[in-house]
């Protein structure tokens, strides 16, 4: 029904049933009559049209109630007028229709005009603001997903940046096991490339993901650094969750947790029960050191939770002199993977 003809017809087609069931059609057997009757349903339809294109714009457009009700009652009375002069006419002796002498009278043709106003406006009506919310949702769902596509364009590169970082830093100390890396690395990149065209991905892969940045992470620090991540999913196959989403907090811990000479950590916990995933990472905060940041990532992740989850997290960030903990929780949803 969002074709807007096939609502025109709807609405006649609703209208002329109500038209011909008060009327008693079942009992008119001679096509002068039924000609007759749709002769004066067009009429009333017209004055619907009529209403429905000049004076309706004057509450709608102008917001001017008043003005639009009195212009009513006067178009109203106008053709009511009208089918009853109508009814003076010889035709309708022989007609089945209107034969009583109620149905003769102003007064039922004033409630005629009245009653099929309201049964052909009131849809018209209804569809008109349907169309009107359809178009501004689909404006809203457009510029969300541009949002999100402008954000993915500056969170991609901000990745990249920090893997390669990572990897130079290991290269350094560890030159033998460069081969190695370089190809954890590759599939670190295929899959955010093969991704990120994606709405949303199985939580499965999702945390298959981490768990190789992590990896790529202890390969680097860990000699100097305290890590641990821990895992807990009631059924990872059947969440889904928007891709490349978690791993900027993760990025973060790492990059400002381990930073210092001096003892350091980062604690990774991640849990999923009935949907609900919470993410807890914290990470130590060196005295002195100062990392260098634009908090891209952050900034970008933030806006992608508030586009795609709206009402459905809760983010919380404590940041003191000795620990920076950010606590995470998000109602996922069922189902398998959908591309975009």
Same mark, same amino acid.
Not at 13 to 20: D, H, L, P
Not at 157 to 166: A, E, R, V
């Given at each position: 029904m969002d074709n807007k003809w096939w609502q025109e017809f709807a609405v006649v087609a609703f209208s002329f049933t109500i038209y011909t069931l008060k009327n008693d059609w079942m009992f008119i057997s001679s096509i002068g009559?039924?000609?007759?009757?749709?002769?004066?349903?067009?009429?009333?339809?017209?004055?619907?049209?009529?209403?429905?294109?000049?004076?309706?714009?004057? =509450?709608?457009? +102008?917001?001017?109630? @008043?003005?639009?009700?009195? *212009?009513?009652?006067?178009?109203?009375?106008?053709? $009511?007028?009208?089918?009853n002069n109508?009814?003076?006419?010889?035709?309708?002796s022989q007609s089945q229709l209107y034969q009583n002498s109620h149905q003769k009278s102003f007064t039922f043709q004033f409630a005629s005009v009245s009653g099929t106003l309201v049964c052909i406006l009131s849809p018209i009506i209804v569809f008109k603001f349907y169309r009107i919310y359809k178009q501004q949702t689909d404006k809203t769902i457009l510029y969300n997903q541009m949002q999100l596509n402008a954000l993915r364009a500056q969170l991609n590169p901000h990745f990249l940046f920090n893997t390669f970082n990572t990897l130079y830093g290991i290269s350094l100390q560890f030159p033998e096991r460069t081969?190695? =890396?370089?190809? +954890?690395?590759?599939? @670190?990149?295929?899959?955010? *490339?093969?991704?990120?065209?994606?709405?949303?991905? $199985?939580?499965?892969?999702e945390l298959s993901f981490i768990n190789s940045y992590v990896q790529l992470e202890k390969e680097r620090v860990a000699h100097r650094c305290e890590i641990t991540y821990k895992c807990e999913i009631d059924n990872e196959n059947a969440y889904k969750i928007s891709p490349m989403l978690l791993i900027a907090f993760i990025e973060n811990a790492f990059k400002h947790g381990t930073c210092a000479i001096e003892k350091c950590f980062v604690h990774i916990n991640i849990s999923v029960s009935k949907g609900l995933l919470h993410l807890n990472v914290i990470n130590s905060v060196p005295k002195e050191t100062k990392v260098i940041s634009t908090n891209i990532g952050l900034k970008n992740t933030t806006e992608r939770l508030k586009l795609i989850y709206g009402e459905d997290y809760t983010l919380n960030v404590n940041n003191d002199p000795t620990t920076y903990n950010v606590d995470l929780k998000i109602q996922l949803k069922m189902g398998k993977n959908e591309g975009s």
């Amino acid at each position: 029904m969002d074709n807007k003809w096939w609502q025109e017809f709807a609405v006649v087609a609703f209208s002329f049933t109500i038209y011909t069931l008060k009327n008693d059609w079942m009992f008119i057997s001679s096509i002068g009559s039924i000609t007759l009757g749709v002769l004066f349903y067009v009429i009333l339809y017209v004055h619907a049209q009529f209403n429905r294109f000049f004076f309706l714009p004057i =509450l709608f457009k +102008k917001h001017k109630p @008043l003005i639009y009700i009195f *212009l009513t009652i006067i178009g109203i009375i106008i053709f $009511s007028v009208l089918l009853n002069n109508l009814m003076t006419l010889d035709m309708f002796s022989q007609s089945q229709l209107y034969q009583n002498s109620h149905q003769k009278s102003f007064t039922f043709q004033f409630a005629s005009v009245s009653g099929t106003l309201v049964c052909i406006l009131s849809p018209i009506i209804v569809f008109k603001f349907y169309r009107i919310y359809k178009q501004q949702t689909d404006k809203t769902i457009l510029y969300n997903q541009m949002q999100l596509n402008a954000l993915r364009a500056q969170l991609n590169p901000h990745f990249l940046f920090n893997t390669f970082n990572t990897l130079y830093g290991i290269s350094l100390q560890f030159p033998e096991r460069t081969s190695d =890396l370089i190809m +954890k690395v590759s599939q @670190l990149m295929r899959y955010q *490339l093969e991704s990120n065209n994606e709405h949303s991905v $199985s939580l499965e892969d999702e945390l298959s993901f981490i768990n190789s940045y992590v990896q790529l992470e202890k390969e680097r620090v860990a000699h100097r650094c305290e890590i641990t991540y821990k895992c807990e999913i009631d059924n990872e196959n059947a969440y889904k969750i928007s891709p490349m989403l978690l791993i900027a907090f993760i990025e973060n811990a790492f990059k400002h947790g381990t930073c210092a000479i001096e003892k350091c950590f980062v604690h990774i916990n991640i849990s999923v029960s009935k949907g609900l995933l919470h993410l807890n990472v914290i990470n130590s905060v060196p005295k002195e050191t100062k990392v260098i940041s634009t908090n891209i990532g952050l900034k970008n992740t933030t806006e992608r939770l508030k586009l795609i989850y709206g009402e459905d997290y809760t983010l919380n960030v404590n940041n003191d002199p000795t620990t920076y903990n950010v606590d995470l929780k998000i109602q996922l949803k069922m189902g398998k993977n959908e591309g975009s």
